[in-house]
């Protein structure tokens, strides 16, 4: 067992109780409100040494740690509220460093009008650990989950994919505006957005819904800093591969019945010109994921991947 | 400048906006709610090597972790609702011990009607980090403050103080149930939880509210175990000395106008036979902290906690 299978294991006898909407599994909780709203719960964490490094730029650190959150509240098609910061600081930490998180946070916060009301300031030894805990709310029942994806649905994603080593990890913009948009606009089914990677982010809705799911190769968004890594660094993945399974893109993976697929590209182009649209597959029957390409379908398994090794 | 006071500094330029009702620098942060109630958000963090060691049981850990967010909800004067937690797993960690903590935890928050509504697991190097996020609910306009405590205001402790170090910081019930009794039938004007020392946290109350305090020395109710220690271990404070300074005591420190002292007294007796509360000092115009004992009144400046050095 694993440290994620353990911890979906331990996660299935919480405590739960009444005004849980949705518990554990989604992007966010959700939980009642009063009125006709429902409140959206986040928490999560940057580490140094795995999602960012000392040298990183410290602005782009807390940029990251608030908008890593803010990415989850709009896969919910929710809009971020409050949040609170937890720093674990290493020893001998540099101030002027701190300043900048901080900066970094603040600057996105603003941008997306969340409110920084709190926090815990403790040592971590060795490491800057941040965390975020973020409010967000929704219309009651109207939060959008993994779990609703629909037999012929079209799949759709956000953005281009692959880009998250080349800095788009530190730099991406959280979908809430696409995101709001979507959900006032359209009847979308799942969605969730793309930490995984496409594949794995898409098997966690097929997974959540009870469906299978299609991807086309050709339609896959791939990011010019993904075609340009594996030109130039022969040990990179394949760009096609570094699509399907780099984490981090940090896009809008959704699905909305079929039927409406090219409304929502003719509005989306309107109203986000400046932001890519790809309808990458479609819902089917059964379990698992498929992959189409010039030679057939097969499935899209884990060791499938070796598929794609570079040849 | 010290970590304090450069968080401090920062957390001052936090962005904020419509809705807070009361941002940093209390025991949890109120935001709006949509009806007769108010919304409670505090985070909060135990990490290896900090807060316990590698050696602690396990689910005392969890439980801790926890615990120390409900003492704060209950300084506010709220009830508990909704919890995430973020773990930062050291490499190598052993999934035994992981159980422990979330049964430690669950075990707290089933009793204290808490769901646990999701969380993230990420790696953190060389020690467990555990944060909690916490969110409460108390009624509209009804959230007890720091900032409120007024002259003429007779200051009570509960529980007794100086015995974290013997254990109590892991075992420590926090006073949800004290505090909603007291939000219920009193007119409480100010409340915090004593995490930092009795004479540290009435120091924040008499800072925030714009007033000073003066303590009774005798009045002070020490711990068995800090007096214990004492006799035992040459090195170890001396009993009175634990009692103001020692942090992770979680009593309730709280001031309400003098005329209802005895009031107070009589009811908490008959509500809660078992929990001592100790009236330990007034609050008094101007700032700072005094101290009073058979010699006299003095400051209670840092420098002068040397008085109650061993001799």
């Known amino acids: 067992m694993n440290e994620f299978e353990l911890i979906a294991a331990l996660t299935s006898e919480l405590a739960t109780g009444e005004g849980v909407v949705v518990g554990p599994g989604d992007d966010c909780a959700v939980v009642d409100g009063d009125g006709d709203r429902e ?4 928490t999560d964490a940057v580490v140094e040494g795995v999602h960012f490094e000392r040298e990183t730029d410290s602005r782009l650190v807390g940029r990251k740690a608030l908008a890593r959150c803010l990415s989850d509240i709009a896969a919910m098609g929710g809009s971020p509220r409050h949040a609170l ?5 290493p020893d001998g930490f540099d101030p002027g460093y701190l300043k900048g998180v ?3 946070l603040n600057e996105l916060a603003k941008a997306h009008g969340v409110s920084v009301v709190g926090g815990e300031t403790t040592n971590n030894g060795d490491r800057l650990f941040i965390n975020i805990a973020l409010t967000g709310e929704v219309e009651k029942g109207r ?3 993994r779990s609703g994806a629909q037999v012929g649905d ?3 994603v956000s953005g281009e994919l692959g880009g998250s080593l080349a800095g788009h990890h530190l730099k991406f913009e959280p979908r809430l505006k696409e995101s709001s948009w979507l959900a006032a606009e359209f009847e979308v089914h799942s969605m969730i957005d793309v930490s995984d990677g496409l594949a ?9 819904s009870g469906v299978g799911a299609e991807l086309l190769e050709t339609a896959v968004p791939i990011s010019r800093s993904a075609k340009r890594r594996a030109r130039d660094q022969i040990s990179s993945k394949p760009p096609l591969l570094a699509a399907l399974t780099d984490g981090e893109d940090f896009e809008l993976l959704f699905t909305i019945v079929a039927a409406e697929a090219v409304n929502l590209l003719d509005g989306w182009q309107r109203e986000f010109p ?3 649209l790809s309808c990458v597959g479609k819902i089917v029957e059964g379990d698992g994921l498929r992959i189409k390409d010039r030679t057939g379908i097969r499935e899209l398994t884990v060791e ?3 598929h794609f090794a570079k040849n």
């Open 39 to 42: 409140i959206l719960l986040k």
């Open 85 to 89: 910061i937890t720093l674990g600081l």
């Open 102 to 104: 901080y900066a970094g």
């Open 143 to 145: 939060a959008i989950l």
């Open 154 to 156: 079209a799949v759709f």
């Open 200 to 208: 794995g982010d898409l098997r966690h809705i097929a997974r959540a």
């Open 274 to 276: 400046d932001v890519k």
């Open 304 to 306: 499938g991947f070796t």
